[in-house]
């Protein structure tokens, strides 16, 4: 098992958001996660990626064995975690490939290997780039400054292929995207289904389904999953809505 959260609980300030999460991810499967708003699926992506504004305050996460939180925000991202963002930030000064190349190293440092030397650093960047359709120009830029929207999901997405996390938290990725944008990712992200890697995809459509089919779908309401199953969940969710789960 890649992934196993059991009993979560989770706060901001004084509200509780997660109230007793349990969802098992194994190795190399994508599971998809539906629900309405404020159920709590950002909550949820943003405590399994350590961010600082949670607070758990019971259960726990067991990632590749070991005890996640217990871990720092960038212990988790050198041990393979990824959270790509709903609403990716702006990084004013920060050039894109600079960030990368700083993300990657830090990766191989904690897993007890040299730093990329600047020929293979550029040749890996530029192989992921034209698989992505990534431009020049858009590395050579500070990460997301002057984007659109569908450009800093790309850029999240692009990031994510560079780095090659075991897991992979897909917030909301769909969100705001045409159909072919939308195709572009999903192949991204069809092409880095291996059998040591994962998927959490969050998402509000059945569409986004379509193109990157999954292995398991879960539904949450108010703060916990009360629903899981195939595909075939996602496809009646869009005739029922979530009216049966609330």
Excluded: W
């Excluded at 769909?174 to 291996?194: C, H, K, P, Q, W």
Aim: include cysteine; glycine fraction near 8%; charge should be neutral.
């Amino acid at each position: 098992m890649l992934l196993e959260i059991k009993n979560l609980h989770a706060s901001i300030g004084d509200k509780e958001i997660l109230k007793g999460v349990s969802l098992s991810l194994p190795k190399g499967e994508v599971h998809a996660l539906m629900g309405p708003n404020g159920s709590g699926k950002s909550t949820l992506s943003n405590v399994i990626a350590g961010h600082p504004a949670y607070t758990v305050t019971a259960g726990e996460i067991i990632f590749k064995g070991r005890d996640l939180l217990a871990m720092s925000p960038d212990e988790r991202a050198n041990a393979g975690v990824f959270l790509a963002f709903q609403y990716p930030v702006e990084l004013p000064g920060v050039g894109t490939a600079s960030f990368l190349k700083a993300a990657l190293n830090a990766k191989r440092a904690a897993a007890g290997e040299p730093e990329l030397d600047a020929v293979s650093f550029i040749k890996r960047l530029k192989t992921r780039a034209k698989a992505l359709n990534i431009s020049d120009e858009m590395l050579k830029r500070p990460v997301n400054v002057g984007f659109s929207g569908g450009e800093k999901k790309k850029a999240e997405i692009f990031q994510m292929a560079f780095l090659e996390p075991d897991l992979c938290l897909l917030d909301e990725m769909d969100s705001g995207l045409d159909i072919d944008a939308l195709r572009t990712l999903s192949d991204a992200v069809n092409v880095m289904r291996e059998a040591h890697r994962s998927f959490l995809v969050i998402t509000h459509y059945q569409r986004l389904l379509n193109h990157i089919t999954p292995d398991c779908v879960h539904i949450m309401s108010n703060g916990r999953i009360v629903a899981s199953g195939d595909k075939s969940l996602a496809l009646k969710l869009e005739e029922t809505g979530y009216d049966d789960y609330r």
